[in-house]
């Protein structure tokens, strides 16, 4: 299997535990991961200039986007704005319930491409979502 990029979009309320799913990355071979929440390099309040970054180099060299779902991420903007350009650009996409949380399900991940919080499972998934994303 090629080794696939995952863009993660998550509301920021929710670092502490998506830090949680970031630390699986060491045994998740096969997988690079990205995001820019996480990343210090943007320091801008340029949101035009802000969503050009992320749309050009984080989402686009992105195989699959993963929406970790919290209790308020289907609220945030952001991650509403994160899984669109996803969409637009053909990306696989895929929820995955972070522990603890029963938020709603953002708009545009598919019902069929959600998931609890199964670390043994994520490997498949991405998979899955890389191979059943709309190009």
């Known amino acids: ?46 949101a035009e200039y802000v969503c050009r970054v992320i749309r050009e180099e984080y989402i686009q060299p992105a195989s699959v986007t993963v929406v970790l779902i919290g209790n308020n991420t289907a609220q945030s903007k952001w ?14 996409i895929l929820g995955i319930r972070l522990p603890d949380t029963n938020g709603q399900v953002p708009q545009g991940i598919p019902s069929n491409a959600v998931g609890g919080w199964q670390p043994e499972k994520f490997s498949a998934w991405i998979e899955w979502a890389y191979q059943n994303r709309k190009s």
């Open 1 to 46: 299997m090629a080794k696939r990029r995952i863009f993660i979009s998550f509301d920021h309320d929710d670092t502490d535990k998506v830090n949680g799913f970031l630390g699986l990355r060491n045994i998740m071979d096969g997988f690079e991961f990205f995001n820019h929440k996480l990343d210090h390099r943007i320091k801008s309040t340029d």
């Open 79 to 92: 991650v509403q704005w994160e899984i669109k350009v996803s969409m637009e650009q053909g990306k696989g």
